[in-house]
């Protein structure tokens, strides 16, 4: 007859079984959702790319300048010999400077084009309304905003009508000729980019449900309205038009609406900021969407955003960065030229005589510009303008005073 002390034991060893096999059923469970999370990813990853418009920037095109914050100058020690004139050789520690990539930053360049439908295989005379340069911080998930307005004066590539003429001019040439003068004219190497359509922004702000914005006055009130028509008519998506000025939750077409007016007195730095004003409330409005786990809401407004935008970025990418969605913030905006750092007009100095354009913004520094981006992209990162940012800065500065 077992003993206490023995049944005691054989308790505790059927326990010790039966635990063990709790835990292989676990595990078990474990690596089937595990399996099946893979598998829904991939298959989502499939789902996606049959929508995907990827078309790389052309290399015959596109140039990236080495005059650029993504990179910088370290020191490093290192110890060399030294012969002397007797011959004889000694060690000495030096510091050697050395140019390393920095790899802590991220930017990517924003184009919205005025085209209504969702045909990307053309942009043979369609202007880019929106130019905005996004800049993250990949270590700290910090975003800045840069708008260049659309009717800065600078150099353009030489495939362009002519060599000085507004930015949005340059995408008759395409993307890649819209990235290169970008990285061109501002000292920087952007080799990402995203173009988007009206019928795209509207159809991902209707999938999460609208954002909130302000129509301060009746003025804003009477341009909103008069570019709904016809961004209604556009893109086949319908909204209503507002009655008086105020605060609503607008949908896809009223935002984008919203973010076309430059008129009554508001001018491109208006329609800018609106434009960076709706970006960083769609950011927000999708971390606090992330938050709430409506995850379901966000993979169809990333299907539908990837269906309706062409990028070199590459999907793989694209699904990390979702996934970090958590991680970003806007903490700046500002536009190019600053403001009240440039001249405007109907005609300015003999921009019209000389080239033939009319309504242009011309800085009036335009090196002074570009190193006080830098300062505002990569603060404490030493930096000067290149002999050709300080050339075409000179020929601007003569042309705007009609010398």
């Known amino acids: 007859m077992a003993t206490q002390r023995e049944l005691q034991r054989m308790k505790a060893e059927r326990e010790e079984r039966l635990m063990n096999k709790r835990r292989r059923n676990v595990l078990i469970v474990m690596i089937e959702l595990v399996l099946c999370l893979v598998l829904a990813i991939a298959c989502y990853g499939v789902t996606v790319l049959n929508s995907y418009h990827y078309d790389e920037l ?216 609106h434009q960076r004003e709706v970006i960083e409330k769609l950011i927000v409005k999708a971390k606090g969407m992330a938050y709430k786990g409506e995850v379901n809401t966000l993979i169809n407004t990333a299907k539908l955003g990837l269906a309706n935008v062409r990028t070199n970025i590459k999907l793989p990418e694209i699904l990390y960065m979702l996934t970090q969605l958590d991680k970003y913030e806007v903490a700046g905006q500002r536009q190019f030229p600053e403001e009240g750092n440039y001249t405007v007009g109907r005609v300015v100095g003999n921009y019209y005589a000389k080239y033939g354009i009319l309504d242009v913004c011309v800085a009036n520094d335009f090196a002074q510009e570009v190193k006080n981006l830098h300062e505002f992209l990569y603060p404490g990162q030493p930096y000067e303008p290149s002999e050709f940012i300080q050339n075409i800065s000179y020929q601007m500065a003569l042309d705007r005073t009609g010398r």
Do not use: H
């Not at 184009?111 to 045909?119: K, W």
């Not at 909103?224 to 961004?231: A, C, E, S």
């Open 58 to 273: 052309d290399g015959d095109i596109y140039l990236e300048t080495s005059d650029t914050a993504y990179r910088e100058t370290r020191m490093v020690t290192s110890v060399v010999e030294v012969t002397k004139e007797d011959g004889k050789t000694e060690t000495s520690v030096v510091e050697i400077p050395i140019e390393t990539e920095m790899s802590g930053y991220r930017n990517i360049l924003i184009m919205g084009i005025d085209a209504r439908t969702m045909d990307f295989e053309t942009t043979d005379g369609i202007n880019s309304d929106v130019i905005i340069i996004a800049s993250l911080n990949n270590e700290t998930g910090e975003i800045k905003l840069v708008s260049v307005l659309r009717d800065t004066v600078m150099k353009l590539e030489s495939g362009a009508r002519k060599s000085y003429n507004k930015a949005t001019e340059q995408f008759y040439g395409g993307v890649s000729d819209m990235v290169s003068m970008i990285n061109r004219n501002l000292g920087l190497s952007i080799d990402e980019y995203v173009l988007v359509n009206w019928y795209g922004v509207a159809a991902c702000i209707n999938s999460m449900g609208g954002v909130e914005l302000t129509i301060p006055d009746t003025t804003m009130l009477y341009n909103v309205n008069m570019y709904l028509t016809f961004t209604n008519e556009a893109t086949g998506i319908w909204a209503p038009q507002f009655t008086a000025p105020g605060t609503y939750n607008m949908s896809g077409t009223q935002a984008v609406s919203y973010c076309r007016v430059r008129y009554g007195g508001i001018n491109d730095t208006g329609r800018a900021a």
